[in-house]
């Protein structure tokens, strides 16, 4: 158990879970404006951040962190404008364009497949010395 303080309203609460920052009444208050503006947007296409901001009572920032976060894509006509970081193309949800994202991807399994190739080679050092180090050798031959 540890405590936290609630980064909404503040107030101190006690988690033997990863918490995303609010306490049971926050979190839940959270969830259930996601799933209103889910719906909200799902009802209404083509409606901007701002709109359905108002319309569900919570602020603009929230919404467009929602759709960055990939919790919804907003609808091809909408006026609120994601661009990717990379290309600059105009995009409804993410941060990067459908070609951008799978470049950024692809790069990020070479680097963990890199990383564990390097881990591997330092394992291979330490076998003769090192029973940790030959363990996790023989994992991965399991996988
Ligand atoms: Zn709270
Ligand atoms: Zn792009």
């Known amino acids: 158990m540890s405590i936290y303080t609630c980064k909404k309203c503040g107030k101190q609460y006690e988690s033997n879970r990863l918490t995303d920052g609010y306490c049971d009444e ?3 208050e959270y969830r259930d404006k996601y799933h209103q503006v889910r719906e909200y947007l799902w ?5 901007t951040a701002s709109e359905i ?6 602020n603009i920032g929230q919404v467009m962190k929602w759709v960055k976060e ?14 990717c ?8 949800s993410g941060i990067y364009c459908p070609s951008c994202r799978a470049e950024v991807e692809k790069r990020e399994k070479d680097e963990a497949k890199n990383a564990r190739i390097r881990q591997h ?3 291979m050092h330490g076998t003769s ?4 180090g030959h363990d996790d050798g ?5 996988h």
């Open 26 to 28: 926050c979190s839940a």
């Open 70 to 83: 990939d919790r919804f894509m907003l609808s091809e006509d909408s006026r609120v404008s994601l661009y």
């Open 43 to 47: 009802q209404h296409p083509g409606i």
């Open 85 to 92: 970081e990379i290309c600059g193309t105009k995009i409804l």
């Open 53 to 58: 901001a108002k319309a569900c009572d919570c």
């Open 129 to 132: 010395t090192e029973r940790s």
């Open 121 to 123: 080679t330092q394992n």
């Open 138 to 142: 023989q994992m991965r031959f399991l």
